[in-house]
């Protein structure tokens, strides 16, 4: 719950900070940080160990990680804020992830699509459009419609990301993972922070942007991987990964409370439905207690 409670902040508090600084920075400072923390507790959990992966399909998954966990799904992420607020984030991208995630796994790694996952589908599908139409401009056009759609294509890749980690787990540990795809994704990110000259707004940043930046690198990103594989090592996968469904209703709280986003009415059915089908659908696929469960954040859904 406290995963859950921790995701769910991080979507108001990265709101605050690209409302500062462009989104490129802002995803490389958050990852970059992080990175600096897991770093030092994947070494001393491989010690005595190699460290480095020493096959070429480990790293190539571990680069693919970093492509779609840290880059793909952090641009898209922060981008898509920097054009509509964070309550369509937290209603299109944690609630619609489960469902991109076993398309993916069907695709890639050949799962069978139930019946139900099928219906979960559509419904999703759905949900997005009720999103979409019904915020507060209730109209496709507009800057919040542009910022809805990168959450969509975010939310897409956030999925494939779970797949991959899935893949890269097989070579390396889940905290291992975690930390190569951080720093490789980091890397992917600094030239296109320096391109959109975000660094020079790093300077003139307030003690608000700081204390953001600090909860989202070293409590949401950090701490909050860190304590959700404990979960998983003490509750099993499974039952961890059921309440990341309290991501959105923490998150909406927190929009609500501090930055004054208040979803409209069709948007709180459209998160309800959605929250019901992933809850419908992933009660139908049991997920093996040996599961290492997501590699990435939620958001971050957290992540």
């Not at 208040?262 to 709180?268: D, I």
């Not at 309800?272 to 971050?300: F, I, K």
Request: overall charge positive; glycine content about 12%.
């Amino acid at each position: 719950m406290l995963v859950a409670l921790l995701w769910g902040a991080t979507f108001t508090t990265a709101k605050a900070a690209v409302n500062d600084v462009p989104p490129f920075t802002v995803a490389l400072l958050r990852f970059g940080l992080a990175t600096l923390v897991l770093l030092p507790i994947f070494v001393n959990d491989r010690r005595g160990s190699r460290l480095l992966p020493s096959s070429l399909p480990a790293w190539c998954s571990l680069v693919l990680l970093g492509a779609t966990a840290v880059f793909g799904y952090n641009a898209l992420f922060f981008g898509g804020l920097s054009h509509a607020p964070s309550s369509d984030s937290i209603l299109l991208i944690p609630t619609a992830n489960p469902i991109w995630t076993a398309l993916f796994a069907a695709l890639i790694l050949g799962e069978t699509i139930s019946a139900r996952l099928r219906i979960g589908m559509i419904v999703a599908f759905l949900v997005m459009v009720l999103v979409l139409v019904g915020g507060p401009s209730a109209s496709f056009g507009g800057e919040r419609l542009i910022g809805s759609l990168m959450f969509i294509v975010a939310a897409s890749v956030f999925g494939l990301s779970h797949v991959i980690g899935r893949i890269a787990t097989q070579h390396v540990s889940p905290i291992g993972a975690t930390t190569f795809a951080g720093a490789i994704g980091s890397l992917m990110l600094l030239p296109f922070a320096i391109v959109e000259g975000g660094f020079g707004d790093l300077a003139r940043a307030d003690l608000g942007f700081w204390l953001a930046m600090g909860f989202i690198s070293f409590v949401g990103t950090a701490l909050g991987y860190i304590l959700w594989y404990r979960g998983v090592q003490k509750l099993g996968a499974g039952n961890t990964a059921f309440y990341t469904n309290l991501i959105p209703l923490f998150g909406l709280t927190f929009s609500a409370v501090f930055l004054n986003e208040y979803p409209t009415p069709l948007q709180v059915l459209g998160g309800l439905v959605m929250l019901g089908a992933v809850v419908w659908v992933t009660r139908s696929r049991p997920v093996p207690e040996t599961s290492t469960g997501p590699v990435t954040v939620a958001t971050e859904g957290s992540r």
